[in-house]
């Protein structure tokens, strides 16, 4: 699904539920809020 929203704000999940604005070692859970208030998340290893 495509939407022309755009990023709001970036939030970074560790694997215990942590909350960060940077991404943490390990792997990450990257939330995505859009403009159009909707959220998309991904994982990811840094």
């Known amino acids: 699904m495509q939407t022309d929203a ?14 960060a604005n940077e991404p943490w070692q390990g792997v990450n ?8 208030g909707s959220q998309t998340v991904t994982k990811v290893m840094k």
Not at 7 to 16: E, F, G, M, T
Not at 29 to 36: K, P
Request: charged fraction near 10%; charge should be neutral; proline fraction near 5%.
């Open 29 to 36: 859970i990257v939330v995505t809020t859009l403009s159009d």
């Open 6 to 19: 755009a990023p709001v704000s970036v939030r970074y999940l560790n694997a215990a539920g942590m909350s």
